[in-house]
Structures are given as C-alpha cells and as structure tokens.
C-alpha cells in the first residue's frame, strides 16, 4: 500500500494541495515490500510540483538528491530524481542551480545528470556558466560519448572558451563518432595554440568527415608542428588507397605552412603519379625547392630512358613524367620570378622524353550480349575470356613550353644565353 495511495497523489495534483504533495515526497521511504510503492509517489509527487511551479517546493525537491541507493545492482532512486531534477528545471529558482550542478557531477546515472543539464540550461545562462563548464568537464572524463550533448548549449554561451580545449580533445582521443565529431567542430572554433594539437589528433580518426575538417582547418591556421603528421597522413592515404580530395586538402595545408619539410614528400607524388594535378598548385609555393629536385628527376629520365624498353611498368613511367612537366609548367607560369638562373637554364636544356614500353599478353573478359536468368546468385550477362596478344607502345613528352617559359624568364632578367 503507497503511502498515501496512488490516487490521492493524483487528488493533491489535481488540488494544487503543494503542502500535500511536498509531504508525500518527504515522507520516509519503506522497506519491501512497500518500498516500490513508496518510490512511485515520491517520483510522481516530483513530477506534480514541477508542474504546480511553487518555490515552496524547491528545498523539499533538493533533498530528494540526498536519498541514494549504494547497492551495485541498480539505483532504485533515478526515476525520483529524474522527476525532481527536471521539476527543479519547471520552477526555476536559483537556490536549485548549486544542487543540480552537483547531480551533474555526481549522480551516476546518465539520464539523471542529463534531466539536471536540460533543467540548468533553462536558468539565466550568464549566472550558470560556470557549472556548466565543469558539468562537461566531469562528463568528459565520465563518459566521453554522452559528453557531445552537453556542447552546443555550452559553447552558446560567452565566457572564455579555450577552458574548454582539454576537454575537447580528450573527446577527439577517446569518444566515439559522435562524440569525436561534436568535439572537432567546436574545436576549430576555438583561438588558442593547443587547438593544432587535437587537429592532429582528428588527423588520425577513421573517418573521413573528421580528418577532412582536421585538414581544412590547418589550412586556415597554418602552424608547423602539424607538418610531420601531415606528412605522415599522406602516407596512411596511400597506402589505403584514399582519393585525392584529402590528399588535396594536406598538399594545401603544408603549402600554407610553408615548412620545406613538405617538398620531397609532395614531389614525390608527383613522381608516383599520384594526383598530380592537385598537388601542383601546393608545389608552386615551394617554387625554388621544387623545381631543383622536379627538373632533376625529369632530366635524369631523359637521359636514363630515351632508348630503353620496358615492360608495362614504363607505361607509369610515361604518366609520372607528365606530371613532373605539368608541374614545372604550373612553376614557370606562376613563380617564375622565384627560381634561380641555374635552375631556368637547366629547364631550358630539357629534352623531350620517348618512353617505349611493352604491355605483356594477358587474358580479358567482355560480355557476350547473352544473359541467363534464374533464383541463382551471379545470374546476368554472360562473359567470355579471350587472349590479348602483347603489344608495343611509344609516348613522348613534349617539353617544349619549359624550355620557352624557362627562357623567357631569362630574357626577362636579360640573362644572355651561355655560348
């Protein structure tokens, strides 16, 4: 049997009796096998005075948090504090901030500190910053996961927000997605030096909606100490076979850093034929740097290839030589200004590159127009395997516009050619 009865809770609600209802939720709590009965009315005594809105009820609904269960199997008060945390929220009285702020960092149940966060935000947010503020730091070293939802409403708020990096990046290390990713977009919003150090955190982070903002930010805050991890993402890239948008993005960010740490890596992936064309724009500020070691690897070609045959693998050969001109055009047309005479001259001695090579017989498949149905899996088109005789090939790089721009630079300077 309740302790009043379960009707005579719903008689005092509907009388708007506060003193009632406040005495149903003060009264002590049985033992079994009255003890569920008793829970109930004190949760529904809660839930009643946080509709009436009486501050008189403010204290007794405070002293709730005081009753806990120590047992390990469960915490057979949550649902009576769920009720006066979020009854707290429905009366708004200030002397309630202190204790829900507490909830929050003590209450080991997550919808109990959640109903105490939703029911503090309803309070004037210039007087509660500072337990939100330690609200999301308790709960990122709690439980980072549940700490996301406790960001937009705190970052909305005015007050110095760099007290909330550490946490932020503690999310960026161990929460999940979600958490992961509420945490970086707060982040990059934040000015303060330790921001690049949880952008090199996201760097890592297996998903792609996550490092691509990583990268993106570091192209807007340049700052050095992210060129080796920069650096070392490229190769992560690489050898999962990631497209060139990221790697786009990171050829950016080291262009903006401006650290010559970044020229070989980026040169070579021009020499592996590995989006070329979106790193060119990021060689073209490393302009003196890149064109020695790109014109070095092109004339060493020239010379090393111009009567050699090879199997297949010089058909990559042939791209990766485009790309290398390609590149050293986009220089000359862009920073010509900044290479020195040796480098120019040697631009304009460049020869056109022959590559000759041979793709080896091998097997394809093509459709034959007939198609098979049935309940079967693999149903559809039937192909047909045939033999594809080896067959010889010939590229050739036309270098001649370096050779044009190059000199052209030099009659700019009035740099007589050497006889």
Not at 50 to 62: F, H, M, Q, S
Not at 136 to 162: C, H, N, P, W
Not at 382 to 409: G, I, N, P
Request: glycine residues 6%; contains cysteine; aromatic residues 6%.
């Amino acid at each position: 049997m309740p302790i009043f009865g379960k009707l005579n809770v719903w008689e005092l609600k509907k009388k708007r009796d506060v003193n009632g209802l406040i005495k149903v939720l003060s009264a002590k709590i049985r033992s079994y096998p009255h003890r569920n009965d008793d829970l109930k009315d004190h949760e529904h005594a809660a839930e009643a005075l946080g509709e009436i809105g009486d501050v008189r009820a403010v204290i007794p609904l405070i002293n709730t948090f005081k009753e806990k269960d120590t047992s390990r199997i469960g915490d057979s008060y949550r649902f009576v504090h769920l009720a006066a945390a979020r009854a707290l929220g429905e009366i708004e009285d200030s002397r309630a901030v202190t204790s829900l702020a507490n909830v929050i960092a003590d209450d080991r149940n997550y919808d109990v500190r959640a109903a105490a966060f939703d029911s503090l935000l309803k309070f004037d947010k210039t007087q509660i910053t500072e337990e939100l503020l330690a609200a999301v730091k308790q709960e990122t070293k709690r439980d980072i996961d549940y700490a996301g939802r406790y960001l937009d409403s705190l970052m909305e708020m005015e007050f110095d927000k760099t007290q909330v990096v550490e946490p932020l990046i503690a999310a960026l290390k161990n929460g999940n997605y979600y958490a992961r990713k509420e945490a970086l977009k707060h982040l990059v919003k934040i000015k303060d030096r330790r921001v690049v150090e949880g952008l090199i955190v996201a760097l890592k982070a297996p998903e792609s909606d996550i490092r691509e903002l990583a990268q993106q930010t570091l192209i807007e805050i340049p700052d050095s100490r992210a060129v080796e991890p920069l650096i070392g993402a490229i190769d992560v890239l690489k050898k999962k076979g990631y497209g060139g948008r990221e790697i786009s993005n990171i050829a950016k960010a080291l262009a903006k850093i401006g650290d010559e740490r970044a020229v070989a890596p980026l040169v070579n992936l021009i020499k592996e034929a590995f989006h070329y064309d979106k790193i060119a724009d990021a060689l073209v500020e490393f302009a003196q740097p890149a064109a020695e070691q790109l014109v070095s690897i092109l004339i060493g070609s020239a010379e090393g290839r111009r009567n050699e045959e090879i199997e297949l693998a010089s058909s990559f050969q042939a791209t990766s030589n485009y790309g290398i001109e390609f590149t050293l055009e986009r220089i000359l047309q862009r920073a010509a200004t900044s290479l020195s005479e040796d480098t120019l001259r040697m631009l304009t001695q460049v020869k056109d590159i022959t590559v000759r090579f041979r793709v080896p017989a091998h097997e394809e498949s093509r459709g034959t127009g007939e198609y098979v149905y049935s309940d079967n899996v693999g149903d559809g088109e039937v192909f047909e395997r045939y033999f594809v005789e080896a067959k010889d090939y010939t590229k050739t790089l036309d270098c001649s516009s370096l050779r044009q721009l190059a000199q052209q630079e030099l009659n700019r300077r009035g740099i007589e050619p050497k006889i």
